[in-house]
């Protein structure tokens, strides 16, 4: 990469501009059992100290965990302590019965919402929306910002999302749901950094200038993350299959190997001037956080005191 190259990425990266402090964001899935419930937490109290700028709850397919995902996020705003934003789709639900979802999130203090389609629910191979619901994540964007003035993030698909027609349509419909409103875009994950780089540039040619926050999943269950892959479309390396090749009853050292890939994966994007990575965490916290300080953020620590009360 040239120079000339290096700088256009480290404008572009960002519409805030690329030479900010590092910052991350985490997400959840909410919890079925009282187990999983206790491995959230413990995984939110472990990531807490880096201070995310927010951190996010998924909603199931068909809006299958909305009370539950209701539930996770008003714990975390609440007793967390930390700034939470909740998902909220399109699918199984009007359009009133979405607003009302939205505006009991604002009067319980929650100011951002990341707004999707949604899959089609379990058992049903096509998405279709609800007769008087919003059509697709566009028009939920509109639809939200009449409700409350919420910060809004959305998807967007470096590979294409699996029921675009095209690349092009896929960039065209991110462009629609930033014209609609969205403040922020949170990538699908992605393994290899030049094809966000590339979609990045693409992206800033089409004119959308909102923060693109890259996705990253590290992955130490290759059999599960090769399970995902297919079903969201993006490419799993034959190269990242190499690594993991031997390993599926070695535990240790597939996670090494995920922080591995994973850390050089956000320093080649930090090289090129991306300083807002968004983690896909699965509810656990040990994987992120090693890769976080890798990276070079490092919990706040308070500098002792002499007697004087001046920093030692």
């Known amino acids: 990469m040239t120079s000339n190259e290096l700088n256009k990425r480290v404008f572009s990266s960002d519409a805030r501009g690329a030479q900010g402090a590092l910052s991350v964001s985490f997400e959840f899935f909410p919890p079925k059992t009282e187990n999983m419930a206790k491995n959230l937490w413990n995984a939110m109290e472990r990531l807490r100290p880096l201070q995310p700028t927010f951190v996010s709850v998924t909603y199931g397919a068909g809006g299958s965990t909305r009370q539950r995902t209701h539930d996770t996020v008003t714990r975390i705003q609440n007793e967390g302590g930390l700034p939470c934003a909740a998902h909220l789709t399109c699918v199984g639900a009007s359009r009133e019965e979405v607003n009302q979802v939205a505006k009991t999130y604002w009067d319980g203090g929650v100011r951002h919402l990341v707004a ?76 290899d950094a030049d094809t966000y780089l590339r979609f990045l540039d693409r992206a800033r040619a089409a004119g959308i200038w909102v923060p693109i926050v890259p996705g990253i999943l590290p992955v130490s269950n290759f059999a599960q993350a090769n399970r995902i892959t297919k079903a969201c479309g993006t490419v799993m390396p034959a190269w990242m299959a190499h690594l993991f090749e031997g390993l599926e009853d070695d535990v240790e050292t597939r996670r090494m190997v995920a922080v591995t890939v994973a850390a050089e994966q956000c320093q080649k994007l930090q090289a090129a001037g991306v300083t807002d990575f968004h983690f896909y965490t699965l509810n656990r916290a040990d994987l992120t956080y090693a890769i976080c300080h890798i990276m070079g953020l490092r919990p706040q620590v308070d500098r002792p005191k002499d007697v004087t009360g001046d920093v030692a």
């Open 116 to 191: 999707l389609r949604g899959d089609p629910p379990e058992g049903e191979e096509e998405y279709q929306n609800h007769p008087d619901g919003y059509q697709d994540a566009a028009a939920l964007v509109a639809g939200l910002r009449d409700v409350a003035g919420f910060e809004i993030s959305v998807a967007a698909y470096p590979e294409m999302h699996p029921n675009s027609p095209s690349s092009q349509a896929d960039l065209d419909n991110l462009k629609r749901k930033i014209d609609a409103g969205a403040t922020r875009a949170i990538t699908q994950f992605f393994f």
